[in-house]
């Protein structure tokens, strides 16, 4: 079945620093991912897409890669502030388009000042 | 506010009860999709409307879960007999057909059921 996978393990880093989270998928090729932010207690908010044809998006300080070879998308925030501090979802809509998504277990970020 | 909206935003009930969600979605999304979230895990799927054409329900859904969307515009989740397992945050979310180049989905702030 379409997986994908986050480091479910926080990520603590001091405000400034570059951040970089990391997506797995297995078992199939997912059209896009998608990257989301969730803070305590909300529902999630959508970030950035990236196509399985396109090898970097971005936004603002929000940057977010894929490699189709590894089988990863990266998603990097530069210059991280505090209000950084969240839960970053990595999802996809398997290969068919836009339809579900599939959502990895999401890794939390820490930015202290 | 013109966002997705979710109500009640928490819900108390003892094991055996029936409970029911409302979603309102943004108004002009034709897309209606419900997940459910627990503790330390991303959102799961549970079931997508098109308009009011209930399109795919996850094996996750048992037959305890009835979602509905009568008029192609809010959307009811039903869940009869409650578990502890049952335990989680509801998410509702929307999105047009044909979103636009990025065709996000847009999450109201979900309902959290706590079954005692």
């Known amino acids: 079945s379409q997986k994908i996978e986050q480091n479910s393990e926080a990520l603590n880093i001091q405000e400034g620093k570059t951040a970089t989270l990391t997506c797995n998928y297995t078992?199939?090729?997912?059209?896009?991912l998608q990257w989301y932010r969730q803070d305590p207690g909300r529902g999630p908010v959508f970030l950035l897409l990236?196509?399985?044809?396109?090898k970097e998006k971005r936004k603002e300080r929000l940057k977010v890669t894929f490699d189709t070879t590894l089988k990863q998308s990266l998603f990097h925030i530069t210059a991280s502030q505090p209000a950084d501090s969240a839960t970053y979802l990595c999802?996809?809509?398997?290969?068919?388009?836009?339809?579900?998504?599939?959502f990895g277990t999401g890794t939390r970020l820490l930015v202290s000042p | 506010d013109t966002g997705v909206s979710q109500d009640p935003r928490h819900k108390i009930t003892k094991r055996g009860q029936n409970v029911t969600f409302r979603c309102d979605p943004i108004?002009?999304?034709?897309?209606l999709y419900w997940y459910r979230q627990t503790l330390g895990q991303g959102p799961e799927f549970l079931t997508y409307?098109?308009?009011?054409?209930?399109?795919?329900k996850s094996r996750l859904l048992s037959d305890r879960f009835s979602a509905e969307r009568p008029k192609g515009s809010f959307s009811t989740l039903e869940i009869q007999r409650t578990e502890q397992g049952d335990s989680a945050m509801y998410l509702c979310?929307?999105?047009?057909?044909?979103?636009?180049?990025?065709?996000?989905?847009?999450f109201g702030p979900g309902t959290r059921l706590t079954v005692l």
């Open positions: 409307f098109q308009n009011e054409a209930q399109l795919e």
């Open positions: 078992n199939y090729s997912p059209a896009y």
């Open positions: 108004s002009e999304h034709n897309r």
């Open positions: 990236i196509r399985e044809n396109e």
């Open positions: 979310a929307s999105s047009l057909v044909a979103g636009g180049p990025n065709n996000e989905q847009f």
């Open positions: 999802a996809s809509s398997g290969s068919t388009g836009f339809q579900k998504l599939v």
